[in-house]
């Protein structure tokens, strides 16, 4: 089915360790987006790109790091885990910045 | 900046009407949406309005808009169990920004 891939779709993390988050999309979209999403804060935007080989900054980029190598994926890194990157993680793309498709998220947690 | 505001509980019972409220602050919106999150999951398009529209009807959701009072509601008839949810209104600016509200869980009673 044509869509947003999320993997993994859970993960524990030690302090200070360090992971990747892959989002895979096969619609051809070209822009991609990493949100966060906490219990009262909604979702908040971490970096997002609007083509092959860009990135830029959100709202919360802090602690995160990101790669968009090829058009269909987009990669979000944590280099040192902290307690306070425990979320859920959402990937979402679009055409042209229109009508969001999200994946169905990472939920990771920090201890 | 740009804002968007939604309540964030709302409580109503099997077969009455859902209406879920949502204000924005941008005066360039495009197209304003809103978006369905079940537990568990991502969120998921319910609907979307041109910012040149009042309202905009499909199946059992009824979209307001009022470009004056920067207000959109989604309503939802003869609301089911299935429909106990997160509701997210969205605001899409002339620079195809997208900003979310904080959504509202709707709570369905027996």
């Known amino acids: 089915n044509a869509g947003v891939t999320q993997t993994p779709k859970f993960r524990v993390l030690k302090t200070g360790q360090s992971m990747t988050l892959l989002c895979a999309q096969d619609m051809n979209h070209e822009y991609m987006y990493w949100y966060r999403q906490d219990p009262g804060m909604g979702l908040r935007l971490i970096h997002y790109s609007v083509g092959e080989g860009t990135t830029a900054k959100g709202e919360v980029p802090d602690g995160y790091n990101v790669s968009r190598l090829k058009k269909q994926n987009f990669l979000l890194g944590l280099e040192s885990a902290a307690p306070s990157q425990t979320s859920v993680y959402f990937c979402?793309?679009?055409?042209?910045?229109?009508?969001?498709?999200f994946g169905s998220g990472t939920r990771l947690t920090v201890v | 900046g740009e804002d968007v505001e939604q309540s964030l509980f709302l409580s109503v019972r099997e077969g009455d009407s859902s209406v879920i409220n949502c204000t924005y602050t941008?005066?360039?919106?495009?197209?304003l949406y809103w978006y369905k999150q079940e537990p568990g999951a991502g969120l998921q398009l319910l609907t979307y309005i041109f910012s040149n529209m009042d309202m905009k009807q499909d199946q059992r959701l009824t979209v307001l808009l009022n470009k004056k009072d920067k207000h959109l509601s989604l309503r939802i008839a003869d609301t089911q169990t299935g429909d106990s949810a997160i509701y997210f209104c969205?605001?899409?600016?002339?620079?195809?920004?997208?900003?979310f509200g904080k959504g509202t869980r709707l709570h369905i009673l027996p």
């Open positions: 979402a793309s679009s055409f042209s910045g229109s009508g969001y498709t």
């Open positions: 941008d005066s360039s919106s495009t197209y």
């Open positions: 969205a605001d899409q600016n002339r620079d195809d920004k997208i900003i």
